[in-house]
């Protein structure tokens, strides 16, 4: 089941974000990880925040997006930036299934499309989001 994700969620929240950064092997402060998480709940700033559970109820996952306008399009863009589902939840279909609630968001906020981009080397990801959507040429820079 995939619902919005709520204040109440922030103690769980916070263990999977943890997992999540461990993975990528980032660090984001603990104001930056409030201020976000508000944000995500409030639905504020274009982001928001949807809560994957597991059969007993439990958060497992979680999907952040970002609303946004573009130079491409009249309609907004919706950026996923995060998607995590935590180990022992992998393979259930949480994943799939925050997936295809973000679509539903953005197709609701008339988002002109949905885009996101992973590590190359996430190859358990990519099997899933070669499934659902298409690769494309981009490559992605940074400072």
């Excluded at 996952?61 to 609303?67: D, N, R, S, Y």
């Excluded at 499309?113 to 190359?120: C, I, S």
Aim: glycine letters at 8%; proline letters at 2%; a negative charge.
């Amino acid at each position: 089941m995939i619902r919005a994700l709520g204040t109440d969620d922030f103690d769980r929240w916070l263990e999977l974000w943890a997992a999540y950064l461990d993975f990528y092997r980032g660090e984001v402060d603990a104001t930056t990880t409030e201020a976000t998480f508000a944000k995500l709940c409030e639905r504020r700033d274009g982001l928001f925040g949807l809560a994957g559970l597991g059969a007993d109820g439990r958060l497992v996952g979680f999907a952040h997006c970002i609303l946004h306008p573009s130079t491409w399009s009249r309609q907004p863009y919706c950026y996923l930036e995060d998607l995590f589902v935590e180990r022992h939840a992998r393979g259930t279909g949480v994943a799939r299934e925050l997936l295809w609630a973000v679509y539903e968001e953005a197709d609701r906020k008339g988002a002109a499309r949905v885009y996101w981009e992973t590590q190359e080397l996430n190859s358990p990801a990519r099997s899933l989001y070669d499934q659902v959507a298409h690769r494309t040429s981009f490559i992605v820079y940074e400072r």
